[in-house]
């Protein structure tokens, strides 16, 4: 609990106890529109080209699924596809399979 100064009225007290108030729920609004902005956001490029903006579509390719642009001819991977496509004996394998489906004519 915070201590009165001798000059402080109660009126001043409870002013500042408000402003603290609605400062911390002010903040708390902010905290709510941005992840309100973020939902947005996501919602409006799910699935979408980050190169075109054109619609991605999901791939299987063995135990890959790759979301791929048939507008620009992008590829794109989740997290931890490009390490099972890095890694292991055999992925240069299916990384050079997969680039053999999606090359262009
Ligand atoms: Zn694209």
Redesign the pocket.
Known sequence: MTAKKPSETEEEYFAREEAVRRHALAVEKARQLEQQKLAEIKALHWMK??????D?EPVKFHQLTIDK??????SWLDAGELEALAGGDGSQTLLQKIVSVFKRA
């Open positions: 080209c980050p190169k075109c903006g054109f991605l642009c048939f507008h620009c001819n992008g």
